[in-house]
């Protein structure tokens, strides 16, 4: 099943999931979401990825250490190497 991707024609009177745009399974065969199935307001499919806001982002080493988290690699020796 595609994975398609919805963000909020009008963010102003939107909720905060289709503000930031959603991610939504559906098959190819039903028709493109209109509105959002929390808040009801319209939404549009996002064709460009470039764009595209990323709701679950992979958390980079530099944003971890920023938010003071200590990083810790296993190396193969299984030891771990603090970054
Ligand atoms: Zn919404």
Redesign the pocket.
């Known amino acids: 099943m595609p994975i398609y991707e919805y963000i909020?024609v009008d963010p102003d009177k939107?909720?905060?999931?289709?503000?930031r745009g959603?991610e939504l399974r559906r098959p190819v065969e039903r028709p493109a979401l209109e509105?959002?199935?929390?808040?009801?307001?319209p939404?549009k499919k996002v064709i460009s990825k470039i764009n595209t806001p990323k709701i679950t982002k992979p958390l980079s080493i530099s944003d971890a250490k920023s938010a003071g988290f200590t990083i810790l690699e296993k190396r193969q020796d299984g030891n771990y190497e603090k970054l």
């Open positions: 909020a939107s909720c905060g999931t289709c503000r959603f509105v959002c199935p929390l808040c009801k307001s939404v």
